[in-house]
């Protein structure tokens, strides 16, 4: 399922169900980074606001949404 067929402007927002499992999401975010914000704009959730996502830092949830292009 592509959540983006049917409006581009949408924004995925996503976090793991344990803080464990969001250390995994954020892992692989970062692990595949390079790629893929190539194509989208990922986003980390610090607590308070939603922000350009930085490696090697702690996120509660992340926001990936397409690049305009």
């Given at each position: 399922m592509n959540p983006f067929?049917?409006?581009q402007d949408a924004t995925?927002?996503?976090s793991g169900s344990t803080p464990t499992r969001t250390?995994?999401?954020q892992i692989a975010i970062a692990r595949e980074f390079k790629?893929?914000?190539q194509c989208f704009f990922i986003q980390g959730f610090n607590g308070f606001q939603f922000e350009p996502f930085e490696r090697n830092k702690s996120y509660e949830?992340?926001?990936i949404s397409l690049?305009?292009?």
């Open positions: 067929t049917h409006s995925v927002v996503f250390r995994l999401d790629t893929a914000s949830g992340f926001g690049r305009k292009i």
